[in-house]
């Protein structure tokens, strides 16, 4: 078909004469352009919905934390880590704390102990511009899942020792 016979064509159906490829020959086809830009834009909203965002959150410590004080951070950072979340854990040295990093290096081993159920350490700790103890937690979904499948089947022991109470 030539190019007017095609123009012609597809005014007549109310169409566009889109042109696909040139090489080896020229290839046109008839669509509704508008349309066409309409659904690629629609796909590609979908496409970035289905998308997962992961977020660094920061947790700041200090190598003196009150135990109540680590466990209700640890409390913060296992919301983030069920979100999916990365986060990072920053101990900062006041003063002369600086010179007793291992105290740094016990707080940051405590906190850890009360999230390790459902994280992993992606970054061990490691000392920036002396005065800051730097360590990366992320999700570990196998142990997620695997405590899901345990919180399950104690909800369902509970269930089941309540309904023989009654």
Same mark, same amino acid.
């Given at each position: 078909?030539?190019?007017?016979?095609?123009?012609?064509?597809?005014?007549?159906?109310?169409?566009?004469?889109?042109?696909?490829?040139?090489?080896?020959?020229?290839?046109?086809?008839?669509?509704?352009?508008?349309?066409?830009?309409?659904?690629?834009?629609?796909?590609?909203?979908?496409?970035?919905?289905?998308?997962?965002?992961?977020?660094?959150?920061?947790?700041?410590?200090?190598?003196?934390?009150?135990?109540?004080?680590?466990?209700?951070?640890?409390?913060?950072?296992?919301?983030?880590?069920?979100?999916?979340?990365?986060?990072?854990?920053?101990?900062? @040295?006041?003063?002369?704390?600086?010179?007793?990093?291992?105290?740094?290096?016990?707080?940051?081993?405590?906190?850890?102990?009360?999230?390790?159920?459902?994280?992993?350490?992606?970054?061990?700790?490691?000392?920036?511009?002396?005065? @800051?103890?730097?360590? @990366?937690?992320?999700?570990?979904?196998?142990?997620?899942?695997?405590?899901?499948?345990?919180?399950?089947?104690?909800?369902?022991?509970?269930?089941?020792?309540?309904?023989?109470?009654?």
């Amino acid at each position: 078909m030539t190019r007017t016979q095609a123009l012609e064509s597809a005014q007549e159906q109310k169409l566009d004469l889109v042109l696909i490829s040139t090489t080896p020959k020229p290839i046109a086809r008839f669509m509704d352009y508008g349309r066409f830009k309409y659904d690629r834009k629609k796909k590609k909203k979908e496409e970035k919905s289905k998308q997962s965002r992961i977020e660094n959150k920061q947790i700041r410590l200090t190598p003196l934390i009150g135990i109540n004080d680590l466990k209700t951070k640890a409390k913060k950072a296992r919301e983030f880590l069920m979100d999916g979340d990365i986060v990072k854990i920053s101990l900062k @040295f006041r003063g002369r704390e600086s010179q007793r990093p291992e105290l740094g290096y016990a707080a940051l081993d405590t906190f850890f102990k009360e999230v390790q159920d459902i994280a992993i350490i992606t970054k061990e700790p490691v000392l920036n511009s002396g005065r @800051f103890l730097d360590m @990366f937690l992320q999700q570990d979904k196998k142990k997620v899942v695997q405590l899901n499948k345990e919180n399950k089947k104690t909800i369902k022991e509970i269930e089941h020792n309540a309904k023989d109470e009654n």
